[in-house]
């Protein structure tokens, strides 16, 4: 259904129209091209990140990651556990297993302590991880300089999932810069998109980068025909995509700016009701608040995510659950799992709130009357 109140809805206010037109009119709507390539230089300035490449989707991106990384059949992967199953799905396409690890309480993303356990129990079971994939959920950075030095401890490089983090900074620097590879996404509802989609990979190594480019036009030799030497993918972005993706990016710092000034508006607007815990950030982080994420105390509240998430509903305004863990999806909980109840009891007790740019101050005071017209029906 349409909702009046989406939970995050592109806004198309700036170049979209004129690049998109422009695209069309030279016909080059294929893998190459002026849009492609500003697209790709832009990006790499904007977020002051290496060099990278755009793609098709951040599925791809992962996928194309953990090649360059030499994941391969019956080796294993180190995924956080509360996140989409996108971070997740390309170690079973590689034919490796994912170890699942539980999140901490500040950032809600992967606890190191619970990493370097996994690490090294693994490590002592001659079975060395291959890789590490850590998560900015909703836009909140990771403890990543304690998961960096794990991972140099250990020598196991990160694969960081930046999908939902475009624009958010760990130490002042942009999420998708600080692992060995970094990956974003441009779907429709993430913070800046490509239209139909769209992905990026970014890689401190130019060898690895010029091979993922290699790989996603699969894998085909720079000469006048087809010669193939290596299996490739059909992953890379296209220059139409670029032209939108390129108009969306050159409003990301505004983008940004209004997502964090909604996420401040409900803490506000909340802040008298008990039992209300926002995502929040420290002292280190800077999350762009492409979703506000809460958790709701049954106990204090008296109503619980579900319940607030129907009484919103019948208002016509979306929200979302919380990503459920991956070690409890049925597709993936025959797999090893490092941790407790963290990620379990956030996605038993979060809801995102609907967190679109185009939201209106008359929009949020809304959501907030109801939440608190819920928390006097029920206490009655
Ligand atoms: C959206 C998302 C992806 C996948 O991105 P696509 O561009 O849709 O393939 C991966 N990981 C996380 C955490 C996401 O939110």
Known sequence: MAFKTPLSFPVFEGNENSYTQEVINSGSIATSGRFLDRFELELADKLKVHPLVALNSCTSALHLSMILLGVGPG??????????????????????????????????????????????????????????????????????????????????????????????????????????????????????????????????????????????????????????????????????????????????????????AVNQRYRS????????????????????????????????????????RIELFNHGIETRFLWKPLHTQPVFNSYMYYGGGVAAGFFERGLCLPSSVSLTMEDQEMIAEIIQEKLIKTAT
């Open 269 to 308: 607007l909340l802040k008298d009701i008990p039992g209300i815990e926002f995502q929040s950030d420290s002292e280190e982080t800077s999350s762009n608040f492409w979703l506000t994420a809460i958790l709701i105390d049954k106990e204090r509240t008296g109503f619980s995510n579900d319940e607030l």
């Open 75 to 260: 080796d294993e992967v180190i995924c956080q556990s509360f996140t989409f199953c996108a971070s997740a799905n390309p170690i079973m396409y590689l034919g490796a297993r994912p170890v699942f690890v539980d999140s901490e309480r500040d950032s809600w993303n992967l606890c190191p302590e619970l990493l370097e356990d996994a690490i090294l129990n693994k490590i002592s079971k001659g079975r060395k991880p291959k890789a590490i994939v850590v998560v900015h959920l909703f836009g909140m950075p990771a403890k990543m300089n304690e998961i960096m030095e794990i991972s140099k401890k250990y020598e196991i490089p990160v694969l960081e999932d930046a999908a939902e983090a475009v624009g958010s900074l760990y130490r002042g620097q942009s999420c998708g810069a600080l692992g060995q590879i970094g990956v974003f996404s441009f779907n429709a509802n993430k913070i800046i998109t490509g239209g139909g989609g769209g992905g990026a990979l970014v890689c401190q190594d130019s060898d690895a980068l010029h091979r993922s480019k290699y790989l996603s036009t699969q894998a085909r030799e720079n000469i006048h025909y087809y010669k193939h030497k290596d299996i490739g993918y059909n992953y890379r972005m296209n220059n139409l995509t670029a032209g939108i993706a390129l108009a969306q990016l050159e409003q990301l710092d505004g983008f940004v700016a209004k997502r964090r």
